[in-house]
Structure formats: C-alpha cells, structure tokens
C-alpha cells in the first residue's frame, strides 16, 4: 500500500451497516463490506472542501461482522417544497406522509440483509485540485485539518456505514499496520466503485470569493423577473453527471486494495476507457 505524505486512515466501527448492492432494486442486500464510495462518503462527512477530493488507497477489514435481516418500514414518497409552502400559507391542507404499510399509506415493509457489529480502517489520500489556487490551499493544510479533526471527533455530520441510520463511530488511526486484520482471503467480484469519476473530481471545483463575482443582472438589463439569477454563476469547476464505475474487488489478508493505479476501474462505455 501507498506511504505517500498524504495518506491518512481513519478507524471506524459501529453496531450496523448496510453498503447496498446497485443491482438489488426492491429489497437492500449489503456488500461483505465498504465499498470505495462509502468510504469516501465516510471521510467527507469528517471534513472536506471544494479544494480537495480523495482516492480510497485500502480498506481494512478488523470486524466483518454478521449477517442480520431486519424488516422495516420504509416510506415511498417525500414532501415536495410546494407543499410545504402550500401548508405554510394554509395549514388546514397540510397532509402528513404516513409511513407503514397499509391502505392509504405511504409506506411498504421490506427486508435488509445488514452487517452487525463491523470495523475497518480506511486509508485515502487527499489531493488538491487545480482551482486550489489560493497561497493558503496546500495539500499539507488539508491532511493536518483532517487528522486534527479525526482525532478531536469532530464531523460536519455523524458519518454513516452505508445508511445514514446506522451511525459511525470514529478515531484517527495513526499507524493502521499495527491493528490486527480479521483472517479473511476472498475474491468477491464485480464491486461498485463509485458513482463519481474521480478523473472528473480531479479537475476541480470551488465557490467564487466576493471579488470574482460580477455585478447581478437586473430585471431592467434582462428583461426578466425580479428573481433573476446572477449575471455570473457563484461558483467555477467541473460539473460531473453521476455514472457508475465497478471494479473487481479482492480481499486479500483482510485488506482490499482499492487505488485506481492499482486496480483495473471499469467505467461506464461513454468517455471510460
């Protein structure tokens, strides 16, 4: 695996996790473990800026828990933003969503097959783009604030394994070499390996600072409504469309590689490889 300055790992454990296989559409059925996507979802809940992305190095496997099948209700709707403005202007309208099964409900039971009881130790490296342009955006900055955050405890919000119901616990490990993986050597085949293109993410993307941001356009200078958009968007990068990627995943003493120079990514046919 990578020793590269960049490199951080983050040890994680909780009583439940559910990484959802894409293929199953009704009923969730977890991966044996993290994905590459959830990994990274896990890192950003602890700290990220539009300046930086990561590329997962590993994954390693120190619980991998039990299969468990829990039945639960889950709704099939959501509150638009028109109705919730419509029961802010006349609340005898207002319609709740109403959640399990049943006539004239908006819920249905399904089953999850989850993991209980799980740990890993997940290993990436931070990278900063090209639109870290300001004297302050070093790659240093962003592995010292994140290992400082780790270790602290500190998250933009609580990270989940795979569901945002099934909170992490978190701490930075330091030296993840010395913490025992669980005996496990498998071949697992086609794994969802994220549905960002990291070759995109690499490009860049960050908000504009007060001074780079032009004048409004008016409804005198458009001709349009009061609630004209900015003559300029507030923001500049790369936008990128969501597309799955899988890769073949292994396991190998407990550890699975996950570092796109090292395992073969199979993007999607338009603008893969």
Not at 4 to 22: E, I, Q, S, Y
Not at 146 to 162: D, I, N, V, W, Y
Request: with cysteine; charged share 30%.
């Amino acid at each position: 695996m990578s020793n590269a300055p960049n490199l951080v790992h983050l040890h994680v454990w909780g009583d439940f996790a559910c990484f959802t296989r894409p293929e199953m559409k009704v009923e969730r059925v977890s991966y044996p473990l993290p994905t590459p996507s959830a990994a990274r979802g896990i890192l950003e809940a602890v700290f990220w800026e539009p300046q930086m992305y990561y590329l997962i190095d590993s994954i390693r496997v120190l619980k991998r828990g039990n299969w468990v099948s829990i039945r639960r209700n889950e709704v099939m709707k959501v509150i638009s933003l028109d109705s919730a403005k419509t029961w802010m202007r006349e609340p005898d309208k207002v319609r709740t969503i109403l959640a399990g099964p049943g006539k004239d409900r908006d819920g249905t039971q399904r089953n999850m097959l989850a993991l209980q009881d799980v740990a890993y130790v997940i290993s990436a490296e931070i990278h900063t783009t090209p639109l870290a342009d300001r004297p302050d955006d070093k790659q240093f900055k962003y592995t010292t604030e994140f290992r400082r955050r780790a270790s602290t405890g500190k998250c933009f919000h609580r990270p989940g394994l795979g569901m945002r119901e099934f909170a992490a616990d978190f701490k930075l490990a330091e030296t993840p070499s010395t913490i025992p993986a669980c005996d496990w050597n498998e071949e697992l085949g086609l794994m969802l390996y994220d549905v960002f293109d990291y070759r995109q993410r690499n490009k860049g993307f960050r908000w504009l600072r007060p001074d780079e941001i032009t004048e409004t356009a008016t409804p005198e200078k458009t001709g349009k409504k009061r609630n004209s958009k900015p003559a300029t968007q507030d923001w500049k990068g790369t936008k990128i469309t969501p597309a799955a990627a899988f890769f073949d995943a292994r396991v190998t003493n407990g550890v699975m590689d996950c570092h796109p120079d090292r395992v073969k990514i199979r993007f999607p046919e338009k603008g893969g490889e």
